[in-house]
């Protein structure tokens, strides 16, 4: 018999988990509209599916803790504390956004929450957790490194290298592979040999799992098991959320190789619906709350459009900030 929600966390903590969601999922599809119109520009890769991966990921981390993730970042940033209305006009290229309009959409990185980056080169988050969990062991200080990318890292060289360095030199890192089955428009069975990426870790001694990464409370629950045996080891662990995203790549792909069939399986599986009837079975929330918590999420989106269309440009000068020469 499945554990009831409420022997796992608090009433409060349950339902913020839902609100995560649903704000992660009304940004993301804000996002996709304010694409449409030519307010954002560039790579837009959006995160609609996969949300119960970063929610209860992240709900099992302390505040201290580094979290590192690719481009599909947004949701990542907003669940760890940034303000939708600067991650979005971030992605405006506005003066207000996260990185003053300077990284946009790929490259979101908040340091006072400890929120690592977004990389938008495949696998280079991996040696940077890696070094970020260094300096946390050197420094003998209380903290992890959460390391996030998808299926389409796992053959990258920087992957490999990171997992003999971690478990080689006992690094506190936990990675997290958030397996959506598609690289672009490649499906992970005709990119690796071991498509089945948890299993991939015995070559690098790290104890790995995997976890249902529609299910918050899978994700939850996998996640502080994990972190816990980082803190008590010092070594790396690893986890493999298997996801769907429900858009393609990014926006400017019709996700055509994929069948329709396949979309309605996954969408039977998406995190929102399927958590919130746990949440009115278990008598979390009525229909009611759930319905006031979407209209809320969509007014602090809305609200955080209208910050960006009206915040600034950078100005000129901005070309000469923050670089190194
Ligand atoms: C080193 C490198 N090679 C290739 C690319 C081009 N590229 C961008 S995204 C992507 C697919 C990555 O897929 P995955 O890691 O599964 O992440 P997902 O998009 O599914 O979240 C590729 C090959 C890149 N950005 N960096
Ligand atoms: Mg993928």
């Known amino acids: 018999m499945e554990t009831k929600l409420r022997a796992i966390l608090s009433d409060h903590e349950l339902v913020r988990l839902y609100e995560q969601m649903a704000l992660s999922r009304e940004f993301e599809e804000a996002c996709a509209e304010q694409y449409t119109k030519g307010h954002i520009t560039g790579f837009l890769h959006l995160y609609s599916g996969q949300e119960a991966v970063a929610v209860g990921a992240t709900a099992a981390l302390h505040k201290d803790d580094y979290i590192l993730s690719a481009y599909r970042e947004h949701a990542q940033a907003i669940v760890r504390g940034a303000e939708p209305k600067r991650v979005m006009a971030e992605l405006f290229g506005k003066a207000t956004g996260l990185c003053k309009g300077k990284g946009g959409s790929m490259h979101l990185f908040s340091p006072d929450l400890n929120?690592?980056?977004?990389?938008?080169?495949?696998?280079?988050?991996?040696?940077?957790?890696?070094?970020?969990?260094?300096?946390?062991?050197?420094?003998?200080?209380?903290?992890?490194?959460?390391?996030?990318?998808?299926?389409?890292?796992?053959?990258?060289?920087?992957?490999?290298?990171?997992?003999?360095?971690?478990?080689?030199?006992?690094?506190?890192?936990?990675?997290?592979?958030?397996?959506?089955?598609?690289?672009?428009?490649?499906?992970?069975?005709?990119?690796s040999a071991l498509p089945t990426v948890h299993k991939r870790t015995c070559g690098y001694d790290i104890p790995s799992e995997k976890v249902d990464g529609m299910d918050v409370i899978a994700v939850f629950k996998a996640v502080k098991y994990a972190v816990e045996k980082v803190r008590e080891t010092g070594r790396p662990q690893f986890l493999?959320?298997?996801?769907?995203?429900?858009?393609?790549?990014?926006?400017?792909?019709?996700?055509?190789?994929?069948?329709?069939?396949?979309?309605?399986?996954?969408?039977?599986?998406?995190?929102?619906?399927?958590?919130?009837?746990?949440?009115?079975?278990?008598?979390?929330?009525?229909?009611?709350?759930?319905?006031?918590?979407?209209?809320?999420?969509?007014?602090?989106?809305?609200?955080?459009?209208?910050?960006?269309?009206?915040s600034p440009w950078p100005g000129e000068q901005a070309v000469w900030e923050d670089i190194y020469v």
Request: charged share 20%.
């Open 115 to 191: 929120f690592m980056g977004g990389y938008a080169i495949v696998g280079g988050q991996l040696p940077i957790a890696c070094g970020l969990a260094f300096s946390a062991k050197y420094r003998q200080e209380d903290r992890i490194t959460a390391c996030f990318f998808g299926d389409g890292a796992v053959n990258q060289g920087t992957f490999h290298e990171s997992l003999n360095w971690a478990r080689l030199w006992e690094l506190p890192v936990l990675f997290v592979c958030e397996n959506n089955f598609y690289g672009i428009g490649t499906e992970v069975h005709r990119s």
């Open 240 to 310: 493999e959320a298997i996801t769907y995203r429900f858009r393609g790549h990014s926006m400017a792909d019709p996700a055509k190789y994929r069948s329709a069939a396949e979309h309605e399986i996954w969408k039977a599986r998406d995190p929102l619906p399927n958590y919130a009837r746990r949440l009115l079975a278990e008598g979390l929330a009525t229909e009611q709350e759930l319905e006031a918590i979407r209209q809320r999420c969509g007014a602090i989106v809305q609200e955080a459009v209208t910050f960006a269309e009206a």
